[in-house]
Structures are given as structure tokens and as C-alpha cells.
């Protein structure tokens, strides 16, 4: 009897969580609005893992909007694909006092197809609904289910959304049976509440009472100062296939078995292979001669579809088809370098994504797909969906992070290169001869290494009509009549770009009664300062070291005298370090700028220092000489 | 407006003249076979101001003909296109991924993808290998309920292939046909389209763009529609040859204005045995379209709405600009756009909108004229093709419109309302909508003609700067601004889009380097009739300089124009900006009594022709007080391409001369 009534207790308790409860504006913590266009009121994710390859997840979420800003807030757009179906979908729209306005009809809930930009075709779809309410404040309320069909990753949670929304509560809770295996890491602080029921275990996290964070620059995120939950299976099922996630060992196990048999070649390509290599002494050679080959031949189209997003495609349809995305295009490289007598590894690898953890390995960490050739001597790295990348230059998006290597011994985690600041280079040397009008010649030499060679490559891509726009538009000392331009990349299996420019210039010296005057830096100029933030709390991070050196040559008019020159500067912090130095010999104006930036993580209180180092470079890019008129 | 009208005619003499006279050409015979590719064609190279496209349009082929639709028993149209493109380098790879769009309605009218074939041809060894489109590479996206995207990716597109599609769709939808475009991203050798139309029906053709379309073919044809019965139908061709790549320009309404297209409107059904049907010949016959239309007239007459809310807007008020003004507010306070343009309202009756309070522009300008009729003011709606939409071409083509607002004369005055944005006061016009015309109609009395939306007054700038400079080179005083027109507009659209004031001020501060604000206050934000103030108490450091014993700074600190909005050396394209601009600046500086000004920079007045833009700047001194004043006046909307450099010549004074410093001496 005594069992009896508490599972009846236990039942009114599930009830009780997803009761009405009370969305009037006027309950929100004052200090929940502050800095928020947008409180999250009640967040609930219940996510009950059914079996191997089975779960369900009941979601439900009520956000006030406080004013137009926040109405980004203001929608449902929740993604779904054919092994994750979602339904029983209900909504409402609640006024400022917390009364129903509105119930949604299931009419009003758009579908539409979510495929990425990158890609010709995925299977993802989405739920679409805004509401509507013509006053601020209001509140929005959706909940609904979706069945999961294959597991290969549990949903994560975190309460903050983003800067400028609060939560007053939000919770996630897993349920698994007793002897189900998994894994999760929380953020620092958050407490994990293990509760029992019945044959099922229960994880709980919650979170209560977080203020909004106004925007906050170059935030690297918000991992420090929010509560997070991230969840992965062991064992799972999916799309017909099985593995085993527990460790990055096992994870590069189920991938490299996903791919078993997808690297033979057809024979015409096996002959192809050794035609081309025929004459090639090293194994190095072999490899640049075959990744020409795959840039010259190949192109990157994407498709994801279930599995799909995971197997490679066989590399015998690549050999026919000639495309493929990054995975297929790995693993046909891979079956190229095969048949030359070369072993590579498969790198899943997260692009533009943080390191993958070495103590927690999970799905979603990575993104990509690209290729390591191990040699006696040093490991060479291909980026496979670029047909440019000059052999082993893998883009600063790949760099300097961990990245998992797929052999058939399973995962084994590796480092891929680091580009240094110094070698993230611009080296510019630039001839400004002024006239009498003070309109002037220029002609601006530059080189770009790795990163920077990286950002400025699209520039030989362009069409001349094009380019010519882009020059003319970008340039920081303005144009007035383009002579002649150049880019070039002088040998093509090392990034760096060469950049020639010459044209006339609009006048470069600015009038102030009977001076003149001249901002000495014309070209690499930092005219703002980042604005100043009280008591930051997110960490920051500069988006890539780099090195830049410039020198510029100023050849007087004849008639003309430097009446003052500016002294030399130098600034330096642990965010980088800067010079100018200025002088004058005969007619000529020598000034020479250097900035390396370091491309660390920086703590939240770093950020006045880091305000007030751009301050510094931003006073000395604006200093001027000026000049008078002898005659 | 004079001049707009114009050049609304002679764009249409050109377009008339150019028909005319291209007809006398001789057709030249073209075969095009899928998969017959010469081998020549692996030779041909872009040349000229191409000549490093991407690729090469070899041709575009397009066949548009009528039959029995084999369901509905009535007639369908067929679309067929075939296209050729040799690739050129990398960069034209994405022409190997292509799309078909197609569209289907709430009932069962639908498009079909009847036929597609694709291939890849590459030369090697001196052989051509053919490579035909995979089963797996064709992918079927169902957007939404409306759209269905069919995909496809060809196979080993190489830097000098061809490759080559030919497709076929059927369609239910016949008031509109399939268009043509002769120009594209890439150049162009050569682009025809053949249209043939059946003798019971007769299409309106809209022609526009910048660049020549011949126009070979007019003739009389046999076609059989149904089995046994004999039947003529109009065959025409239109083609175009060597067609350099269309480039993007800025400042323009929709580079889509610029490309020589073809589009086409059914204008009358003329079936034996039944009666003739005008469906849109004449703008006559438009209007009384619209006027029975449920979504639009009808649904302007259905007054039960309007009938039970009126009392309580209007509560007597008499006077007509008042009531206009009550029921302008009370539209735009109840709906809100969902920032779809429509001409027709999707629903059918105004109480369903209200109760849904989110609609198309259609839903709400209809109905706003709704509420007007019903308070028995005189309004009127007014169609409009917004800038995205491109220029109506200005003879009668309803497809042509993609939005409609309202109109009402008072007095002598005209008001055009849009109640999509609350912050529009009556009068004014979302930018979009500036697309210089509207077409204006009685629905009552069955009238209508062309109206100029052109702005009246021009969206003005004032900034006011009282500022003291001390001997540690700070400028502490305070700063007025007044916004008027579209820059208030945009900023009150900016205000009510930030999360509160202190963030606004962020925003306001981010690129003005070195400045502090306090004592922020923004004036008649919710009163959209009156001048938009802001004012701040402000300190500005790091903008006066030194140099020896000379300091200086640029006057117009934060409001100088930095750089010439037009750099380029070459305009094809008219400059439209929508509405003309003012941007008047003014600043006092009191300073030091030990500071000195040698010489002032000369103050000076440049102007451009026929009074079409001025720029003004003056310097002054009394005492140990110096006033700045510049003035930018741009008083069009739209400048033609050999303006251009009247414009650049303007701003290039701007940059210059707004840059110029003042200069102080020490004394020592």
C-alpha cells in the first residue's frame, strides 16, 4: 500500500513540472533585467534514453520577450531530420500580465528544408514559428517531443543562450536505465543530482537566476560563466551501424570500421596512379605530384545524409564521379597514396572548433575531414577539399588543435601544425613620391605568409574588372588612378602571396593654414579604439597572431621641409608589441611600423589593458610630420 | 517628377525603336543537339573585358510552347531550356551544381520536372569522353509546401570542360510564363528564346534591361492542340550574341533592372465558343479586375470591421487629416508586417487580420483603405514595384507590381500612407517602395494613372557641436543633433532595435574614438511629425593634436566624410539612392586665450550643374572663438551614369576640404 502511494506521489510530481506556471512580467527578478532583452522563464529537457538506439526527448520552454531587441527570441525554430522526428507540438502567447493570448494551431507551424550553405543536399528540416504580439513585454511558451531513432550523441544543454538573455530557470534531466552506459562533463560549479527511480537513473541539472551579460567583444564564449552539460552514449546504434564512443580509441574504431572496403580503386585509376608517379623519387614527390592531381581533377560537393554524414563515400565512385566532400575526398586521396605505397590516417578534426577534450570523447566535437601521411621525418597534413592549398598547408582553421587520427588500431589523438604570429606574416614596402599638390605615386610591394596569405588569396581568383573594383575600393590611401597590379603566387606549393600595386593618389597632404601636414602611417592604420567594458566576464581572444611590418618611403616635392617629425614609439603587452620609428634624410621620410599580435586566450579582466594597448597603437598610427613650403 | 516621367518614356521609345528595328534582321540557323559538341567548341577562350571569366555561356536555349494539360483538359505550358557552358578555370566549378525551382499551389495546380538530362564532356588524348549526371547526384529538396528544388551535381568537371543540361518542365501556371534572361555572372555567346503561344490566348511581353535583344521572328504558325482540330499560334524568337557579364554596381534599385530579360502576362482568353476574356489588357480592365478581386477590393468592401471599431477611433473627430491620422495610427498600432510585400491581401476579410495581427503590406494597406471608405474618406490604393522588384516598365502588367500602398488627397495636398512600420508618419514611404512611380486607382470610378512617389523633402543631418578646448587638448561642451525624413527614420529604427539607452550609446560612440557622452537625451522619438533631437553633454580627447608648438585638429571631428563614396573609374548604371540628402554640420570652439590662428583654411562653395548638388564650407573667428559650418546637399534621388562624375567630383571636394585642419600657435 505504502509502495503504491508513492508512485502515485512520484506521477503528480512529473505532472507538476510541466504545469502552467505563472509567466506575469511584473515576477521577474529586477536584476534578471538588467542588461537582458530576453529572460528565459522556464526551460525543461527531459531526455529519456529508451535503449541503444532509442530515446525521446520532451522539451518545453517559455521565454519573456522584454523589447524589440529580444524578438530574435521570439521564435521556435527547431531542426528535425528522419531519425529524429518531432511532434506534438503546442504553443501560446502569453501578454505582459501572464494572461493567454493565443493558442497555436499546428496549421501555424511552418516546415521547411535546413541545408547548409556549403552543402547541395542534407536531410535536415526545420520547425518554424514566430509569434506575433504588437506590445513589449510579452512571453512565449512551446513544448514538444521528438523520437530519436539512433543515438549517437545526447543534446547538450547550457543556460545562458547568448549576451543580453537571462534565465530564470532552466533544467535538463536524463533518464537511463540502471545499467546503461554513458558519459557527461558539466561546467565547473554545477551540481549533478542522481536520482533513482524505479529501474531508471536519473541525472538533473539546473540552473536558477542568471542575469544577462551585455555584449561583450571577441568573446571566445561562454564556458567559464555558464552552466553546461554535455552528454555522450557509449554503446549506440545508428542508421544500421554500431560502435562504441567511451574513449577517442574506441570512437576512431567504429570510424575507421564504418569505412572498411571504401578505399580500393578501379583499376584504371591504379594505372593512372602509377603513370603519374612513375618517374618520382621520394615519397614526398609522390604525394605532391598526387595532391596535384586530386586539386586539378577534383571538386568539393557535399552531401549528408544519415550514415552518410560519417562514412566516407566509397573511393571507387569518387574515381568516377570526381567530387565528393571532405570525407570522401580524404579517403580518396588516402586510396591514391594507397596505390602509390604510401600509408595515411582519415583526421576527424573540429574546423574553426575548439581542440577535441582528451578526457571526454564525444560526437559533435568534430566537424571535418582531412588527411595525415606520416613519413619517417616529419607528418605531412592535407586539406583535400581545397583546390588551392599549396601541399600540407592546412589553413589556420585546421591549425594547432587537437585533432583525432583514424588508424586500425582505433583513435589515437594527434596535434596538427601551428602557424607562429611571425610566420602569419605581411611584409610591405611602399614608395610614396608626393607632388607639389600634394597628390603623390605609389607603389606598394607586399608579401603574405600562411594566415595572412590565407585571407588575401581570393585576390588572384578575381576577375580583373573585379579586382580592379576591390583595389580601388580597399585601398587605405585613396586612389586616383590604378596604373598597375599584380598577385601572384610565385611558387605554388608554399603559401605566400606576392602583391605589386601602382597608382596615383588623391592628396595625401591635408591643408592647415600655411602647413601641411601628413599622417606618416598611410596604409596600416588602426583608426578605432575598442570601446572600454566594466567588469567583463567573458575570456577573449585576438582572431589569429600575426606579423605585420611595414615600411614606407615618402620623397618630398622639391620646395618642401619637415618642420616636425613625430619621435619613435614602442608598445609592448602580453597582447603583442608594436614600434614606429620616424626620420628624415635629405628629402625622404623613412617610417617604418611593426605589430606582432600573440594569439592567446585572454582572462576577462585582461581587457582594459588590452583596450589600452590598441589606444596606444591607435595615437601612434595617427601621428603626423608636418611640412612647410620653403619658397 | 517631370524629369522622372521622362525617362520613363524614353526607356520605353528605346524599348519600342530597338523592336522595331531589329525585326529587319535575318535569322541566322542554329542547331543545338545535346551531346553533339564540336570540337572546336573545346578551343573557344574568353576574350576581351571577360577575358578571365570562369567560364563561357556556349548558349541558352529556351523553348516555351502550349498543349492540353492531360488532368485539367485545359491548356498547360512547357518550358524547355538547354544550356552549354565550356568551364573555364576553378571558379566556375558551381555552374556544375544546378538547380531547378519549382512551384505548387494549395490545390493541385502544379509544375512538373518532365525530362532532364545532364552531361560532362572532357577532352583527353585528343578524344572526347562523355560523362553522364549519376541516379545518386539528383536530389529532390522539398523546400516547403510551395517550393520543390531539384538538384543535381555533375561529374568530373575539370578546368575546359563542357557541360551541358537540357530539361523540360510542365506547368499549370499559365497567367505568368517563364521569363528569359539574356545576361548572367559569366559572358554569353549566345541566348534565344522561341515562344510560341496558341491563337486563343495573347500575352502582354515585357521587355527591359540595358543591353540590345533581337527580335528575328513574328509569324504566324500551324499548331494542333487537340487531335483533329487545326490551329495557328504566334512563333517569336528572341535572341542575343556575345553578351559581355553583367557586374554588380552599388547604389543601384536591383541590378535585375539592368538585365535584358523578356517576361510575359496573359492579357485575353479568346476560346471558340466561348466569349472573348480580357483579363488585363488595359489598365481599365485592371482596375475593374482588382476592384472584383476578394483579395483586394472585396476585400476593401467588407466593412464589418471597420464598422464596429470606427466609432471608438474616430469619437467624432471631424477635421479629415485628424480622422486620417487616427485610423493611419490605429492600423498601424494594431498589425504588425510580417515583411512580406504583397498587392493582394491574403486573407479576405480585414476582421481575420485583426484578429491575427500580423499580415503581407497587402493585408494591411488594404486594409487600412478598409477602415478609410468606410469613414467615408476619399483614399485610394496605389500599386507600387519596389526597388528589389525592379521598374515597372509602365504600361499595363499587373504582374509587374509586388506591393501596394494607400493615397489620400486633402486640400491640394497628397498624403501616401504605409502602415507597415509604425515609425512612418503619414506621408513617407519605406524605402523600398522608392522606386520614384506608383500607379494610382479610383476602383469606383474606374480610373488610374501614374503617380510620382519621389520624396518631397529631402532626409536631412544636423549636427551642432558648442565646444571649449583647453590647454590639455580636451574639447569638453555638448552636442546637438537633429535627424529629419529617412535619417530620422533609420534612426528610430536603430533606438527601438537596442536593448536599452546605455547600449544605444555604445553604439553611438563605437567608431568616435576618444569620445565621452553623458546626459543623453532623445526628443519626440514616439512623435513622428516633429524634428527628431538628440542632445549630450560631451568631452572629446585625443582628436586636437600637437606638433611643436603648433596644436591642431580637424574640425569636423566625428562627422567627416572619410572617404568618396564613389571611387570607381567606370559607371554603367544610373546612381539611385532613393530619396536626395542634407547634411549640415556646425561646430564653435572657444579656446585659449594664449592659442593663436595664423591662418584659416579657405572656406569655399562647390556646386554641380542645375543646381543638382552643393557642398559649402566656412570658416570664421571672433576673438578666441572659432565657427566651422559645412553644408552637403544631394538633391536627387537619381543621377544618370554620365552624372556619376559630376558626383565624384563632389564628394572628392568633400573628403578634401572636410579633411582640412585647424591650425593654433602658441604663444611663447
Known amino acids: 500500500m505504502k509502495y503504491y502511494l508513492s508512485l502515485v506521489f512520484a506521477t503528480a510530481i512529473i505532472n507538476t513540472t510541466f504545469a502552467q506556471i505563472d509567466y506575469d512580467v511584473a515576477k521577474i527578478p529586477e536584476n534578471l533585467k538588467k542588461d537582458a532583452v530576453a529572460v528565459i522563464r522556464n526551460e525543461e529537457s527531459f531526455f529519456d534514453v529508451k535503449g541503444l538506439g532509442a530515446a525521446k526527448m520532451d522539451y518545453k520552454v517559455a521565454i519573456t520577450i522584454l523589447n524589440k531587441a529580444g524578438e530574435t527570441y521570439g521564435e521556435m525554430e527547431e531542426v528535425y531530420d528522419k531519425f529524429s522526428n518531432i511532434y506534438n507540438i503546442k504553443a501560446a502567447?502569453?501578454?505582459?500580465?501572464?494572461?493567454?493570448?493565443?493558442?497555436?494551431?499546428?496549421?501555424?507551424?511552418?516546415?521547411?528544408?535546413?541545408?547548409?550553405?556549403?552543402?547541395?543536399?542534407?536531410?535536415?528540416?526545420?520547425?518554424?514559428?514566430?509569434?506575433?504580439?504588437?506590445?513589449?513585454?510579452?512571453?512565449?511558451?512551446?513544448?514538444?517531443?521528438?523520437?530519436?531513432?539512433?543515438?549517437?550523441?545526447?543534446?547538450?544543454?547550457?543556460?545562458?543562450?547568448?549576451?543580453?538573455?537571462?534565465?530564470?530557470?532552466?533544467?535538463?534531466?536524463?533518464?537511463?536505465?540502471?545499467?546503461?552506459?554513458?558519459?557527461?562533463?558539466?561546467?565547473?560549479?554545477?551540481?549533478?543530482?542522481?536520482?533513482?527511480?524505479?529501474?531508471?537513473?536519473?541525472?538533473?541539472?539546473?540552473?536558477?537566476?542568471?542575469?544577462?551579460?551585455?555584449?561583450?567583444?571577441?568573446?571566445?564564449?561562454?564556458?567559464?560563466?555558464?552552466?553546461?552539460?554535455?552528454?555522450?552514449?557509449?554503446?549506440?546504434?545508428?542508421?544500421?551501424?554500431?560502435?562504441?564512443?567511451?574513449?577517442?580509441?574506441?570512437?576512431?574504431?567504429?570510424?575507421?570500421?564504418?569505412?572498411?572496403?571504401?578505399?580500393?580503386?578501379?583499376?584504371?585509376?591504379?594505372?593512372?596512379?602509377?603513370?603519374?608517379?612513375?618517374?618520382?623519387?621520394?615519397?614526398?614527390?609522390?604525394?605532391?605530384?598526387?595532391?596535384?592531381?586530386?586539386?586539378?581533377?577534383?571538386?568539393?560537393?557535399?552531401?549528408?545524409?544519415?550514415?552518410?554524414?560519417?562514412?566516407?563515400?566509397?573511393?571507387?565512385?569518387?574515381?568516377?564521379v570526381n567530387y565528393g566532400d571532405c570525407k570522401a575526398l580524404s579517403n580518396y586521396m588516402k586510396a591514391l597514396l594507397n596505390e602509390a605505397g604510401i600509408a595515411s590516417n582519415l583526421i576527424m578534426i573540429g574546423n574553426d572548433m575548439p581542440s577535441l577534450n582528451p578526457n571526454y570523447s564525444s560526437l559533435g566535437q568534430a566537424n571535418h575531414m582531412i588527411l595525415c601521411v606520416p613519413l619517417a621525418k616529419d607528418t605531412t597534413f592535407l586539406e583535400c577539399t581545397s583546390q588551392y592549398n599549396p601541399m600540407g598547408f592546412i589553413g589556420y582553421g585546421n591549425s594547432d588543435r587537437n585533432v583525432l587520427m583514424v588508424t586500425e588500431d582505433g583513435g589515437k589523438l594527434v596535434h596538427t601544425p601551428v602557424y607562429q604570429p611571425k610566420e602569419n606574416y605581411q611584409v610591405r614596402k611602399t614608395k610614396i613620391t608626393l607632388a607639389e599638390d600634394g597628390t603623390a605615386s605609389s607603389e606598394i610591394k607586399a608579401t603574405y605568409g600562411n594566415a595572412q596569405f590565407e585571407e588575401n588569396f581570393s585576390m588572384t581568383l578575381m576577375e580583373p574588372v573585379d579586382l580592379r573594383k576591390k583595389i580601388?575600393?580597399?585601398?587605405?590611401?585613396?586612389?586616383?588612378?590604378?596604373?598597375?597590379?599584380?598577385?601572384?603566387q610565385p611558387d605554388k606549393t608554399v603559401p605566400v602571396l606576392t602583391e605589386e600595386i601602382i597608382f596615383k593618389t588623391n592628396p595625401l597632404l591635408t591643408k592647415g593654414g600655411d602647413k601641411l601636414f601628413l599622417v606618416v602611417n598611410q596604409i596600416n592604420r588602426r583608426e578605432s579604439v575598442p570601446l572600454k567594458l566594466e567588469g567583463r566576464k567573458t575570456y577573449f581572444a585576438v582572431p589569429f597572431g600575426y606579423n605585420d611590418d611595414d615600411e614606407i618611403n615618402y620623397i618630398l616635392p622639391k620646395g618642401y621641409q619637415v618642420e616636425f617629425i613625430p619621435k619613435d614609439i614602442t608598445i609592448s603587452s602580453e597582447f603583442g608589441t608594436y614600434t614606429a620609428k620616424f626620420s628624415v634624410k635629405d628629402n625622404i621620410i623613412v617610417y617604418s611600423r611593426t605589430q606582432t599580435m600573440n594569439n592567446k586566450k585572454y582572462p576577462p579582466e585582461k581587457y582594459g589593458e588590452y583596450v589600452d594597448f590598441y589606444k596606444k597603437i591607435y595615437q601612434a598610427d595617427k601621428q603626423k610630420a608636418v611640412l612647410t613650403k620653403t619658397l | 517628377m517631370q524629369k522622372n516621367a521622362l525617362r520613363f518614356l524614353i526607356l520605353m521609345l528605346c524599348i519600342g525603336i530597338s523592336s522595331l528595328y531589329a525585326q529587319t534582321s535575318k535569322p541566322v540557323k542554329r542547331e543545338f543537339k545535346f551531346g553533339k559538341i564540336a570540337p572546336t567548341e573545346f578551343e573557344i577562350k574568353a576574350s576581351g573585358q571577360d577575358s578571365s571569366a570562369s567560364a563561357i555561356k556556349l548558349f541558352d536555349v529556351g523553348d516555351c510552347y502550349f498543349e492540353i494539360g492531360p488532368t485539367s483538359g485545359g491548356f498547360i505550358y512547357v518550358f524547355e531550356r538547354h544550356i552549354r557552358y565550356k568551364i573555364l578555370n576553378k571558379n566556375g566549378y558551381d555552374l556544375a551544381n544546378f538547380k531547378v525551382e519549382l512551384y505548387k499551389s494549395g490545390n493541385s495546380a502544379k509544375e512538373d520536372l518532365n525530362y532532364l538530362d545532364a552531361a560532362t564532356y572532357n577532352m583527353v588524348d585528343g578524344k572526347m569522353v562523355t560523362s553522364k549526371l549519376n541516379k545518386d547526384a539528383k536530389f529532390t529538396e522539398e523546400f516547403n509546401k510551395n517550393y520543390i528544388i531539384k538538384k543535381f551535381a555533375l561529374p568530373n568537371v575539370k578546368e575546359g570542360s563542357i557541360i551541358e543540361f537540357k530539361y523540360k518542365i510542365k506547368s499549370d501556371f499559365i497567367f505568368t510564363l517563364r521569363g528569359w534572361r539574356f545576361q548572367s555572372s559569366v559572358p554569353t555567346l549566345w541566348s534565344e528564346y522561341n515562344v510560341k503561344i496558341p491563337e486563343y490566348l495573347t500575352y502582354k511581353t515585357n521587355m527591359s534591361g540595358y543591353y540590345q535583344v533581337d527580335h528575328p521572328l513574328h509569324e504566324n504558325v500551324n499548331a494542333s492542340y487537340v487531335t483533329g482540330v487545326n490551329s495557328n499560334a504566334v512563333y517569336d524568337k528572341y535572341c542575343a550574341a556575345n553578351v559581355p557579364a553583367l557586374k554588380e554596381e552599388p547604389y543601384v534599385t536591383t541590378m535585375d533592372d539592368y538585365n535584358p530579360k523578356i517576361e510575359f502576362e496573359l492579357r485575353a482568353t479568346n476560346f471558340p465558343g466561348d466569349v472573348y476574356h480580357d483579363y488585363n489588357g488595359s489598365w481599365s480592365k485592371i482596375i475593374t479586375e482588382l476592384a472584383q478581386d476578394e483579395n483586394f477590393g472585396g476585400y476593401i468592401n467588407r466593412n464589418g470591421y471597420a464598422k464596429s471599431v470606427l466609432p471608438g477611433i474616430l469619437k467624432g473627430e471631424k477635421d479629415t487629416l485628424a480622422a486620417v491620422k487616427l485610423i493611419f495610427n490605429y492600423v498601424k498600432n494594431?498589425?504588425?508586417?510580417?515583411?512580406?510585400?504583397?498587392?493582394?491581401?491574403?486573407?479576405?476579410?480585414?476582421?481575420?487580420?485583426?484578429?491575427?495581427?500580423?499580415?503581407?503590406?497587402?493585408?494591411?494597406?488594404?486594409?487600412?483603405?478598409?477602415?478609410?471608405?468606410?469613414?467615408?474618406?476619399?483614399?485610394?490604393?496605389?500599386?507600387?514595384?519596389?526597388?528589389?522588384?525592379?521598374?515597372?516598365?509602365?504600361?499595363?502588367?499587373?504582374?509587374?507590381?509586388?506591393?501596394?500602398?494607400?493615397?489620400?488627397?486633402?486640400?491640394?495636398?497628397?498624403?501616401?500612407?504605409?502602415?507597415?512600420?509604425?515609425?512612418?508618419?503619414?506621408?513617407?514611404?519605406?524605402?523600398?517602395?522608392?522606386?520614384?512611380?506608383?500607379?494610382?486607382?479610383?476602383?469606383?470610378?474606374?480610373?488610374?494613372?501614374?503617380?510620382?512617389?519621389?520624396?518631397?523633402?529631402?532626409?536631412?543631418?544636423?549636427?551642432?557641436?558648442?565646444?571649449?578646448?583647453?590647454?590639455?587638448?580636451?574639447?569638453?561642451?555638448?552636442?546637438?543633433?537633429?535627424?529629419?525624413?529617412?535619417?530620422?527614420?533609420?534612426?528610430?529604427?536603430?533606438?527601438?532595435?537596442?536593448?536599452?539607452?546605455?547600449?544605444?550609446?555604445?553604439?553611438?560612440?563605437?567608431?568616435?574614438?576618444?569620445?565621452?557622452?553623458?546626459?543623453?537625451?532623445?526628443?519626440?522619438?514616439?512623435?513622428?511629425?516633429?524634428?527628431?533631437?538628440?542632445?549630450?553633454?560631451?568631452?572629446?580627447?585625443?582628436?586636437?593634436?600637437?606638433?611643436?608648438?603648433?596644436?591642431?585638429?580637424?574640425?569636423?571631428?566625428?562627422?567627416?566624410?572619410?572617404?568618396?563614396?564613389?571611387?570607381?573609374?567606370?559607371?554603367?548604371?544610373?546612381?539611385?539612392?532613393?530619396?536626395?540628402?542634407?547634411?549640415?554640420?556646425?561646430?564653435?570652439?572657444?579656446?585659449?586665450?594664449?592659442?593663436?590662428?595664423?591662418?584659416?583654411?579657405?572656406?569655399?562653395?562647390?556646386?554641380?550643374?542645375?543646381?543638382?548638388?552643393?557642398?559649402?564650407?566656412?570658416?570664421?573667428?571672433?576673438?578666441?572663438?572659432?565657427?566651422?559650418?559645412?553644408?552637403?546637399?544631394?538633391?536627387?534621388?537619381?543621377?544618370?551614369?554620365?552624372?556619376?562624375?559630376?558626383?565624384?567630383?563632389?564628394?572628392?571636394?568633400?573628403?578634401?576640404?572636410?579633411?582640412?585642419?585647424?591650425?593654433?600657435?602658441?604663444?611663447?
Open chain 1, 93 to 320: 502567447l502569453y501578454d505582459a500580465s501572464g494572461k493567454k493570448v493565443k493558442d497555436y494551431k499546428s496549421s501555424d507551424i511552418k516546415d521547411q528544408s535546413l541545408i547548409s550553405d556549403f552543402s547541395i543536399f542534407e536531410d535536415n528540416r526545420l520547425k518554424l514559428l514566430k509569434f506575433v504580439s504588437l506590445t513589449y513585454p510579452y512571453t512565449i511558451e512551446y513544448s514538444y517531443s521528438q523520437d530519436y531513432k539512433g543515438l549517437l550523441s545526447f543534446p547538450s544543454w547550457r543556460d545562458l543562450r547568448g549576451f543580453g538573455i537571462a534565465v530564470e530557470k532552466s533544467a535538463y534531466t536524463i533518464q537511463r536505465a540502471k545499467d546503461y552506459k554513458m558519459r557527461y562533463i558539466t561546467s565547473s560549479n554545477l551540481q549533478t543530482d542522481s536520482v533513482i527511480n524505479g529501474e531508471k537513473l536519473q541525472y538533473k541539472w539546473k540552473s536558477t537566476n542568471v542575469a544577462a551579460i551585455a555584449n561583450e567583444p571577441l568573446s571566445t564564449g561562454f564556458d567559464n560563466i555558464s552552466a553546461w552539460v554535455k552528454a555522450s552514449p557509449n554503446q549506440f546504434e545508428y542508421d544500421g551501424s554500431t560502435g562504441n564512443f567511451d574513449n577517442w580509441k574506441n570512437f576512431g574504431s567504429w570510424i575507421f570500421n564504418l569505412n572498411q572496403g571504401g578505399n580500393k580503386l578501379p583499376e584504371a585509376t591504379k594505372l593512372m596512379v602509377q603513370n603519374l608517379i612513375k618517374d618520382a623519387k621520394t615519397p614526398k614527390e609522390k604525394i605532391k605530384i598526387l595532391y596535384n592531381h586530386l586539386q586539378q581533377n577534383t571538386r568539393y560537393v557535399s552531401v549528408q545524409l544519415g550514415i552518410g554524414g560519417f562514412r566516407p563515400i566509397l573511393a571507387e565512385k569518387v574515381a568516377q
Open chain 1, 472 to 488: 580601388i575600393e580597399e585601398s587605405a590611401i585613396p586612389v586616383a588612378e590604378l596604373i598597375s597590379y599584380k598577385y601572384l
Open chain 2, 334 to 668: 494594431s498589425l504588425k508586417w510580417n515583411k512580406q510585400y504583397s498587392k493582394y491581401s491574403n486573407e479576405t476579410n480585414p476582421k481575420n487580420l485583426f484578429e491575427k495581427k500580423t499580415g503581407s503590406s497587402g493585408d494591411i494597406n488594404l486594409a487600412l483603405l478598409s477602415l478609410l471608405k468606410e469613414a467615408k474618406i476619399e483614399a485610394y490604393p496605389v500599386l507600387i514595384s519596389t526597388r528589389e522588384n525592379g521598374t515597372h516598365p509602365g504600361y499595363p502588367l499587373i504582374s509587374a507590381f509586388n506591393n501596394v500602398i494607400a493615397v489620400t488627397q486633402i486640400g491640394n495636398e497628397l498624403y501616401y500612407l504605409d502602415a507597415t512600420d509604425k515609425d512612418l508618419p503619414i506621408g513617407m514611404l519605406d524605402y523600398e517602395n522608392l522606386s520614384h512611380n506608383g500607379f494610382y486607382m479610383d476602383l469606383k470610378n474606374n480610373d488610374g494613372k501614374w503617380l510620382s512617389t519621389e520624396p518631397n523633402v529631402p532626409s536631412e543631418k544636423i549636427f551642432v557641436y558648442n565646444m571649449v578646448l583647453d590647454k590639455e587638448h580636451k574639447l569638453s561642451g555638448k552636442i546637438n543633433q537633429y535627424a529629419k525624413g529617412y535619417a530620422a527614420l533609420n534612426l528610430r529604427n536603430k533606438y527601438r532595435a537596442t536593448n536599452n539607452e546605455t547600449e544605444f550609446i555604445k553604439g553611438f560612440k563605437k567608431d568616435k574614438t576618444g569620445l565621452e557622452v553623458s546626459a543623453y537625451k532623445i526628443e519626440n522619438l514616439d512623435n513622428l511629425d516633429e524634428l527628431l533631437s538628440e542632445s549630450m553633454d560631451a568631452v572629446i580627447e585625443d582628436n586636437v593634436e600637437e606638433a611643436g608648438n603648433l596644436v591642431y585638429f580637424t574640425p569636423l571631428l566625428f562627422e567627416r566624410t572619410k572617404e568618396n563614396l564613389f571611387k570607381l573609374e567606370q559607371r554603367k548604371f544610373p546612381v539611385d539612392f532613393a530619396y536626395p540628402f542634407k547634411e549640415s554640420y556646425r561646430i564653435t570652439v572657444n579656446f585659449p586665450d594664449d592659442y593663436e590662428i595664423d591662418k584659416l583654411p579657405k572656406g569655399g562653395i562647390f556646386k554641380l550643374p542645375e543646381d543638382n548638388g552643393t557642398f559649402t564650407i566656412n570658416y570664421v573667428t571672433e576673438g578666441k572663438t572659432l565657427l566651422v559650418r559645412s553644408n552637403i546637399n544631394v538633391n536627387k534621388s537619381f543621377y544618370t551614369p554620365e552624372e556619376y562624375f559630376d558626383l565624384q567630383a563632389l564628394f572628392k571636394a568633400i573628403v578634401e576640404k572636410q579633411a582640412e585642419q585647424i591650425v593654433f600657435k602658441k604663444k611663447v
